[in-house]
T-cell receptor, first 113, second 115 residues
Framework: GNSVTQMEGPVTLSEEAFLTINCTYTATGYPSLFWYVQYPGEGLQLLLKATKADDKGSNKGFEATYRKETTSFHLEKGSVQVSDSAVYFCALKRETSYDKVIFGPGTSLSVIP | DTEVTQTPKHLVMGMTNKKSLKCEQHMGHRAMYWYKQKAKKPPELMFVYSYEKLSINESVPSRFSPECPNSSLLNLHLHALQPEDSALYLC??????????????FGPGTRLLVL
Protein backbone atom coordinates (compact mmCIF):
# COMPACT_ATOMS: atom_id res chain seq x y z
CA GLY A 1 0.00 0.00 0.00
CA ASN A 2 0.91 3.67 0.09
CA SER A 3 2.86 4.91 3.08
CA VAL A 4 5.30 7.54 4.29
CA THR A 5 8.18 7.00 6.69
CA GLN A 6 10.09 9.79 8.34
CA MET A 7 12.42 10.21 11.30
CA GLU A 8 10.24 10.92 14.30
CA GLY A 9 12.62 12.81 16.51
CA PRO A 10 12.40 14.88 18.54
CA VAL A 11 15.19 16.74 16.81
CA THR A 12 16.93 19.48 18.75
CA LEU A 13 19.24 21.91 16.96
CA SER A 14 21.03 25.11 17.80
CA GLU A 15 20.09 28.25 15.91
CA GLU A 16 21.83 28.53 12.52
CA ALA A 17 22.47 24.77 12.35
CA PHE A 18 21.80 22.76 9.18
CA LEU A 19 18.58 20.77 9.15
CA THR A 20 17.79 17.50 7.39
CA ILE A 21 14.62 15.55 8.02
CA ASN A 22 14.56 12.29 6.10
CA CYS A 23 11.40 11.10 4.37
CA THR A 24 10.86 8.03 2.23
CA TYR A 25 7.67 6.81 0.67
CA THR A 26 6.01 3.77 -0.83
CA ALA A 27 3.44 4.37 -3.52
CA THR A 28 2.18 3.05 -6.81
CA GLY A 29 2.15 5.36 -9.77
CA TYR A 30 3.35 8.92 -9.55
CA PRO A 31 2.18 10.61 -6.36
CA SER A 32 2.62 14.23 -5.37
CA LEU A 33 4.82 14.82 -2.36
CA PHE A 34 4.40 17.48 0.31
CA TRP A 35 5.88 18.87 3.46
CA TYR A 36 3.39 20.37 5.90
CA VAL A 37 4.38 22.22 9.06
CA GLN A 38 2.37 22.49 12.27
CA TYR A 39 3.38 25.18 14.75
CA PRO A 40 2.40 24.67 18.39
CA GLY A 41 -1.35 24.95 18.90
CA GLU A 42 -2.06 25.56 15.22
CA GLY A 43 -3.34 23.76 12.13
CA LEU A 44 -1.30 22.48 9.21
CA GLN A 45 0.40 24.79 6.76
CA LEU A 46 1.68 23.69 3.39
CA LEU A 47 5.42 24.29 3.40
CA LEU A 48 6.37 23.01 -0.04
CA LYS A 49 5.45 20.43 -2.64
CA ALA A 50 6.72 18.58 -5.69
CA THR A 51 4.58 16.84 -8.25
CA LYS A 52 7.05 14.89 -10.39
CA ALA A 53 10.44 13.26 -10.27
CA ASP A 54 13.41 15.62 -9.89
CA ASP A 55 11.14 18.56 -9.01
CA LYS A 56 12.49 20.70 -6.20
CA GLY A 57 10.03 22.36 -3.86
CA SER A 58 11.22 25.37 -1.88
CA ASN A 59 9.79 27.90 0.52
CA LYS A 60 11.07 30.04 3.41
CA GLY A 61 14.59 28.64 3.01
CA PHE A 62 13.40 25.03 3.10
CA GLU A 63 13.98 22.71 0.15
CA ALA A 64 13.13 19.16 -0.82
CA THR A 65 13.76 17.24 -4.05
CA TYR A 66 11.49 14.47 -5.36
CA ARG A 67 13.83 11.51 -5.88
CA LYS A 68 12.00 8.66 -7.57
CA GLU A 69 15.04 6.39 -7.73
CA THR A 70 15.40 6.45 -3.94
CA THR A 71 11.69 7.12 -3.22
CA SER A 72 12.73 10.01 -1.01
CA PHE A 73 11.77 13.62 -0.32
CA HIS A 74 14.16 14.83 2.35
CA LEU A 75 13.60 18.28 3.86
CA GLU A 76 16.61 20.59 4.26
CA LYS A 77 17.33 24.07 5.51
CA GLY A 78 20.74 25.65 5.65
CA SER A 79 20.28 27.72 8.81
CA VAL A 80 17.40 27.13 11.19
CA GLN A 81 15.84 29.74 13.43
CA VAL A 82 14.02 29.45 16.74
CA SER A 83 10.81 30.28 14.86
CA ASP A 84 11.21 27.04 12.85
CA SER A 85 10.38 25.00 15.95
CA ALA A 86 7.36 22.94 14.92
CA VAL A 87 6.25 19.48 13.84
CA TYR A 88 6.99 18.66 10.20
CA PHE A 89 4.89 16.13 8.29
CA CYS A 90 6.00 14.51 5.06
CA ALA A 91 3.00 13.47 2.99
CA LEU A 92 1.95 12.04 -0.32
CA LYS A 93 -1.15 12.16 -2.39
CA ARG A 94 -1.98 9.72 -5.13
CA GLU A 95 -2.96 10.81 -8.58
CA THR A 96 -6.65 10.23 -7.87
CA SER A 97 -8.73 13.36 -7.50
CA TYR A 98 -10.06 14.37 -4.08
CA ASP A 99 -8.23 11.54 -2.42
CA LYS A 100 -6.78 11.61 1.07
CA VAL A 101 -3.34 12.86 1.92
CA ILE A 102 -1.23 10.12 3.49
CA PHE A 103 0.94 11.54 6.23
CA GLY A 104 4.12 10.35 7.83
CA PRO A 105 4.23 10.23 11.65
CA GLY A 106 5.67 13.75 11.93
CA THR A 107 9.05 15.02 13.14
CA SER A 108 9.18 17.38 16.08
CA LEU A 109 11.90 20.04 15.72
CA SER A 110 13.10 22.27 18.54
CA VAL A 111 15.58 25.02 17.76
CA ILE A 112 17.37 26.51 20.75
CA PRO A 113 19.09 29.92 20.82
CA ASP B 1 -5.40 33.65 -0.94
CA THR B 2 -5.20 30.10 0.37
CA GLU B 3 -7.24 30.54 3.53
CA VAL B 4 -9.53 28.03 5.12
CA THR B 5 -11.30 29.28 8.24
CA GLN B 6 -12.77 27.18 11.05
CA THR B 7 -15.01 28.02 13.98
CA PRO B 8 -14.97 27.71 16.87
CA LYS B 9 -11.29 27.58 17.71
CA HIS B 10 -11.96 25.66 20.93
CA LEU B 11 -14.98 23.66 22.04
CA VAL B 12 -15.79 21.89 25.28
CA MET B 13 -18.85 19.67 25.31
CA GLY B 14 -20.48 17.04 27.45
CA MET B 15 -21.34 13.60 26.18
CA THR B 16 -25.03 14.48 25.83
CA ASN B 17 -24.52 17.76 23.98
CA LYS B 18 -25.08 18.52 20.32
CA LYS B 19 -22.66 20.92 18.70
CA SER B 20 -21.41 21.79 15.22
CA LEU B 21 -18.04 22.65 13.76
CA LYS B 22 -17.90 25.01 10.80
CA CYS B 23 -15.45 25.40 7.95
CA GLU B 24 -15.39 27.95 5.17
CA GLN B 25 -13.24 28.60 2.12
CA HIS B 26 -13.49 31.16 -0.67
CA MET B 27 -10.90 29.77 -3.04
CA GLY B 28 -13.50 28.24 -5.34
CA HIS B 29 -12.43 24.76 -4.31
CA ARG B 30 -15.00 22.03 -4.92
CA ALA B 31 -13.56 19.36 -2.61
CA MET B 32 -13.61 19.69 1.15
CA TYR B 33 -12.34 17.36 3.85
CA TRP B 34 -12.58 16.64 7.55
CA TYR B 35 -9.56 15.20 9.32
CA LYS B 36 -9.13 14.23 12.96
CA GLN B 37 -5.78 14.65 14.67
CA LYS B 38 -4.92 13.21 18.06
CA ALA B 39 -2.01 14.64 20.03
CA LYS B 40 1.43 13.83 18.59
CA LYS B 41 -0.13 11.94 15.68
CA PRO B 42 -0.67 12.76 12.01
CA PRO B 43 -4.14 13.74 10.78
CA GLU B 44 -6.52 10.97 9.79
CA LEU B 45 -9.14 11.43 7.10
CA MET B 46 -12.80 11.27 8.16
CA PHE B 47 -14.89 12.55 5.23
CA VAL B 48 -14.52 13.96 1.74
CA TYR B 49 -17.08 16.05 -0.11
CA SER B 50 -16.67 16.61 -3.79
CA TYR B 51 -19.03 19.00 -5.58
CA GLU B 52 -21.17 19.07 -2.42
CA LYS B 53 -21.65 15.29 -2.42
CA LEU B 54 -20.16 12.93 0.14
CA SER B 55 -17.61 10.86 -1.72
CA ILE B 56 -15.58 9.25 1.05
CA ASN B 57 -16.58 8.21 4.56
CA GLU B 58 -13.70 6.48 6.32
CA SER B 59 -16.00 4.33 8.48
CA VAL B 60 -16.58 7.15 10.92
CA PRO B 61 -19.11 6.52 13.75
CA SER B 62 -22.55 7.98 13.18
CA ARG B 63 -22.16 10.37 16.12
CA PHE B 64 -20.23 12.46 13.56
CA SER B 65 -22.47 13.79 10.81
CA PRO B 66 -21.02 15.92 8.01
CA GLU B 67 -22.95 18.40 5.94
CA CYS B 68 -21.99 20.49 2.93
CA PRO B 69 -24.69 23.14 2.44
CA ASN B 70 -22.87 24.83 -0.45
CA SER B 71 -19.56 24.88 -2.22
CA SER B 72 -17.94 27.18 0.36
CA LEU B 73 -19.15 25.67 3.60
CA LEU B 74 -18.61 22.40 5.40
CA ASN B 75 -20.10 21.49 8.76
CA LEU B 76 -19.49 18.64 11.15
CA HIS B 77 -22.39 17.93 13.49
CA LEU B 78 -21.49 16.25 16.76
CA HIS B 79 -23.84 14.30 19.00
CA ALA B 80 -23.32 11.94 21.93
CA LEU B 81 -19.55 12.04 21.65
CA GLN B 82 -17.18 10.07 23.82
CA PRO B 83 -14.13 11.38 25.70
CA GLU B 84 -11.88 9.56 23.21
CA ASP B 85 -13.26 11.85 20.49
CA SER B 86 -11.32 14.72 22.03
CA ALA B 87 -8.91 15.87 19.31
CA LEU B 88 -8.05 18.62 16.86
CA TYR B 89 -10.50 18.61 13.95
CA LEU B 90 -9.03 19.95 10.76
CA CYS B 91 -10.85 21.05 7.64
CA UNK B 92 -9.14 21.15 4.27
CA UNK B 93 -10.08 22.03 0.71
CA UNK B 94 -8.73 21.43 -2.77
CA UNK B 95 -9.68 21.84 -6.38
CA UNK B 96 -10.49 18.36 -7.71
CA UNK B 97 -9.59 17.19 -11.17
CA UNK B 98 -6.05 18.41 -10.85
CA UNK B 99 -4.58 14.95 -10.40
CA UNK B 100 -1.09 15.32 -9.06
CA UNK B 101 -1.46 19.10 -9.14
CA UNK B 102 -4.19 18.93 -6.52
CA UNK B 103 -3.07 20.40 -3.21
CA UNK B 104 -5.05 20.34 0.02
CA UNK B 105 -5.04 23.51 2.11
CA PHE B 106 -5.82 23.18 5.78
CA GLY B 107 -7.58 25.39 8.27
CA PRO B 108 -6.33 26.14 11.80
CA GLY B 109 -8.55 23.48 13.33
CA THR B 110 -11.06 23.23 16.16
CA ARG B 111 -9.69 21.82 19.39
CA LEU B 112 -12.46 19.69 20.89
CA LEU B 113 -12.61 18.44 24.45
CA VAL B 114 -15.37 15.99 25.40
CA LEU B 115 -16.04 15.67 29.12
Amino acid sequence: GNSVTQMEGPVTLSEEAFLTINCTYTATGYPSLFWYVQYPGEGLQLLLKATKADDKGSNKGFEATYRKETTSFHLEKGSVQVSDSAVYFCALKRETSYDKVIFGPGTSLSVIP
Amino acid sequence: DTEVTQTPKHLVMGMTNKKSLKCEQHMGHRAMYWYKQKAKKPPELMFVYSYEKLSINESVPSRFSPECPNSSLLNLHLHALQPEDSALYLCASSQPGGGVQETQYFGPGTRLLVL
